[in-house]
């Protein structure tokens, strides 16, 4: 027994020596925790799940890219580029002096695969480009990309396509799969780092790429390691044990707990990300608008903000958040009024209320559970009983695709990905939309016409004018209510520096700015 | 005995073909279109029809169903709609992991737990019998969620012994492939540290999925023994002077491992049908969180194959039972 001791003690020590051993430069390593995993590293889907876009925007380029932490879009593959008058091709000229991982050399002909795939296989940042209609390669460095109609969010809608090495793509092709198969779990980028290892819904590393285009800095992490952790608790004890540098957090009352752990910096950032009440406004009593008003202003949106969110969100004003082009300035945060919802009420002859409506959220989040429970509450002061049905986001969806038997009211989310107008207004609010996102089931002739007309419109002058129309008759149609745009939450070990969410990548973690300091 | 086995596992066959008509029936009755669901959130109504299409969904259900017992016939699970890997590539890669921390776990349950129902069993030392039996009583009633995060927060969080989460520590690279049981692999290509580090991570979740188990088993052997316990031949061992130890261990605990058994095996088949919540808490990577994962991206095909590899799984483990228990008695035989 005694030698059986003797061997397992052995063992652990060799193993402590070999553990210590096998740590290869651990204080350039950035270790990340993550909520969730990638399923696939095709880079193609980044523009549709952002545990897609945390490795893609790592390992691969864009034709332009946001600076970090801002929503200003500036070349990174791209040196200049032109429109013809009639704003039906772009051409683009290419940087020379950028290298794939496996030292081939990244061109135009990259560029014009990368289009002609995601036409192919129409999904994922696909979204984004239904004008373009093909892409060629000019000459070594310069693409030309046609498009059906003018498409002004353009430049800043490229920032989610993800150029790919068309070579060493087709050479793993399958069966005309575009190499889905294959970019399952394998990468072919010119980005600052390498896919180097996978093991599913547990971690994956990526190391830096020493011939990086951009070159590297002291400090920079030279290998990062992605940590799946899906409980937020297990996430934050991974945090405070230093056993993880950063992580992503959900709830608000984590982190304003962890603010105060030694060692460790809580960050919060602005987002584009909007949530709305849709009305329904083809069922009656929300078909009038006074009573989609008079609901409008008894929400507590600033105890939203306050107690749901602690302070770390915004309340909306109006259908997008500022920030993104052609906001009109003039509006002011959605507010609460019960004495004019009251007034309006009585208007539309339901002074007594004695109501039901239906309201679908999300049971799972608990911010729309809350928000849900915000509004019940206010409701019941006007009469009105809310009947809460929780539902998932498929499910949900699944019940907007009939506008007549929908909920009066459900909750909905915006995550634009890139900063227009049209990425709002388009999917929530066109009346060709009912049956998919519109569910608001909103159809107006004059707000169709204008959004339609600023989709098109490459004048920046002619496009405010389209859309600040558009935003005054939101405001005044009401088929949406506009809570709060959120922010991300984070929190990381005091030694990292230059975190910077963009809020076009609102979710995701770029790791090309950071900067580790001092760790240990 | 083989011709038994045998004959078991083609009535398995009809029960598998039910499991396939009822899941595949459940999950298309979920709310939610699959094919928004692949296609994404934001997705337009083109990019949806373009995935309905390549997916096939266009198409009767009954069609579908079809084609799916057809590619299953050929041991084709299909492709995750999620992923786009084969089903059954991601079972054999998932699967390791929890089998590895379910055998963990049964090996717990069963050194601590059959030897605590033996003892309060065949002993007369009431204050000792009541004091285990209310713990195995708190043990069947302790939520795994709430106990995970508490053992988290002490042994890692504040005591910092054992990993917090995972697998393996991140700095580690995985043993060479063979059985993807991280403890075994590392092992048997005679890496010590991977193995230790491994072995480490086994603990909290182990003891963890253990602690119910532990808790039945106990419960149930208790039981058992002292059924049996009181039976003649017991006595007569007694009588002529056998030593205790003999009679509880050579003679009632041959009797009383038949309910026990069943118990385990029991537990077993429920461990591998994937242990969900355990699996998130502790990030552990298997078939739990897979089904977990499938669920909610409303992945049909990983919705099915997770539902037939843990029918065939219990199936397995349930005709395993069956054959130990010609090994405890003698009477019972499948000649």
């Not at chain 1, 406004?281 to 105890?303: F, K, M």
């Not at chain 2, 004959?7 to 499991?19: D, I, N």
């Amino acid at each position: 027994m005694k030698t059986v001791a003797h061997v397992l003690i052995a063992l652990i020590v060799m193993g402590y020596t070999q553990i210590v051993g096998a740590q290869p430069s651990q204080s350039q390593t950035l270790v990340i925790g993550l909520g969730g995993a990638p399923p696939t590293f095709d880079p193609l889907l980044a523009g549709s799940n952002s545990e897609v876009n945390t490795p893609s925007i790592n390992i691969y380029n864009t034709l332009y890219q946001v600076i970090p932490g801002t929503a200003d879009v500036v070349p990174e593959l791209a040196t200049d580029y032109s429109v013809s008058d009639d704003g039906l091709v772009y051409t683009f000229q290419l940087r020379d002096d950028v290298l794939f991982h496996d030292g081939t050399k990244l061109g135009a002909e990259d560029v014009a695969y990368t289009f002609e795939r995601m036409l192919a296989l129409k999904t994922g940042t696909y979204r984004n480009f239904g004008n373009v209609a093909r892409a060629e390669a000019v000459d070594e460095n310069t693409v030309n990309v046609h498009l059906s109609a003018p498409f002004p969010g353009m430049i800043p809608a490229l920032t989610r396509l993800y150029i790919l090495n068309a070579d060493l793509v087709r050479a793993n092709e399958r069966d005309g799969d575009w190499g889905q198969t294959w970019l399952q779990s394998n990468a072919a980028g010119s980005g600052p780092y390498q896919l180097t290892a996978f093991q599913p819904e547990q971690q994956y590393t990526l190391e830096a790429f020493a011939d990086y285009w951009q070159g590297w800095e002291e400090g920079q992490a030279e290998r990062a390691i992605f940590r799946v952790i899906r409980e937020e608790t297990t996430r934050r004890l991974a945090l405070e044990r230093g056993e993880v540098d950063w992580i992503r957090l959900g709830s608000a009352d984590v982190f304003s707990e962890i603010q105060n752990s030694p060692g460790i910096v809580a960050e919060t950032q602005s987002t584009f990300n909007q949530l709305y009440f849709a009305f329904n406004t083809r069922r009656a009593p929300l078909d009038d608008v006074r009573v989609r008003r008079a609901l409008s202003l008894i929400y507590d949106y600033a105890g939203h903000v306050d107690v749901i969110r602690q302070g770390l969100a915004d309340v909306a004003r109006g259908p997008f958040a500022p920030g993104i082009p052609y906001f009109d300035e003039n509006i002011a945060p959605s507010h609460t009024d019960f004495e004019e919802a009251r007034r309006l009420m009585a208007e539309a002859g339901l002074s007594d209320g004695g109501l039901t409506l239906e309201m679908a959220y999300q049971g799972t989040a608990p911010e729309e559970t809350a928000a849900m429970q915000i509004f019940q509450s206010a409701a019941s002061q006007l009469g009105i009983t809310i009947r809460p049905i929780a539902v998932e986001w498929s499910a949900k969806i699944e019940l907007y695709t009939n506008p007549e038997t929908a909920p009066h009211l459900g909750t909905i989310w915006m995550y634009p990905s890139y900063p227009d107008p049209d990425v709002f207004l388009y999917p929530l609010g066109h009346s060709s939309q009912v049956g998919q996102l519109n569910f608001a089931g909103y159809a107006n002739e004059r707000f169709d016409f204008l959004i339609q007309e600023g989709r098109s419109e490459l004048d920046p002058v002619r496009r405010n004018e389209l859309y600040t129309e558009a935003q005054a008759i939101w405001l005044d149609d009401v088929p949406y209510m506009n809570v709060v745009v959120g922010r991300t939450l984070s929190a990381q070990r005091d030694y990292v520096s230059g975190f910077l969410a963009s809020p076009l990548h609102s979710v995701t973690v770029h790791i090309y700015p950071v900067r580790l300091d001092g760790k240990p | 005995m083989i011709l038994y086995s045998l004959r078991r596992l083609l009535t398995a066959l009809p029960v598998l073909f039910g499991v396939t008509l009822v899941t595949f029936i459940i999950a298309n009755m979920l709310p939610g279109d699959p094919a928004r669901e692949i296609a994404g959130r934001y997705a337009t109504a083109e990019q949806i029809e373009a995935v309905r299409e390549r997916y096939g969904f266009d198409r009767p259900l009954i069609v579908q169903y079809g084609v799916y017992l057809g590619r299953l016939v050929t041991g084709d699970l299909g492709l995750s709609f999620s992923t786009q890997r084969p089903v059954i590539t991601e079972l054999l890669n998932y699967m390791p992991a929890t089998l590895e921390l379910t055998i963990f776990a049964m090996i717990l349950t069963i050194v601590i737990g059959v030897p605590l129902g033996v003892m309060t069993g065949s002993m007369k030392v009431p204050w000792l019998n009541s004091t285990i039996l209310f713990l195995a009583l708190t043990g069947v009633g302790l939520p795994v969620f709430w106990a995970g995060l508490v053992f988290q927060y002490i042994f890692a969080g504040q005591l910092g012994w054992l990993p917090l989460e995972g697998r393996l520590g991140w700095q580690l690279v995985p043993p060479p492939s063979i059985t993807k049981m991280y403890t075994i692999d590392a092992l048997l290509a005679g890496q010590w540290s991977t193995f230790i580090d491994a072995a480490r991570h086994l603990i909290l979740p182990g003891i963890t999925l253990a602690i119910g188990r532990i808790a039945s088993v106990a419960r149930i052997t208790h039981a058992a023994m002292v059924d049996v316990m009181r039976l003649d031949y017991v006595r007569t061992a007694r009588a002529k002077g056998v030593p205790n130890r003999i009679v509880v261990f050579g003679h009632a605990l041959r009797n009383a491992m038949l309910p026990t058994l069943t118990t385990i095996g029991l537990q077993v088949g429920f461990l591998l049908g994937g242990t969900i919540l355990i699996e998130i808490i502790f990030s552990w990577g298997g078939i739990g969180t897979y089904a977990w994962v499938g669920i909610f991206m409303l992945d049909m095909p990983v919705i099915m194959g997770v539902t037939l590899a843990t029918t065939l799984a219990f199936m397995l483990v349930n005709l395993l039972t069956d054959l130990l228990y010609g090994m405890f008695d003698p009477r019972i035989s499948y000649s």
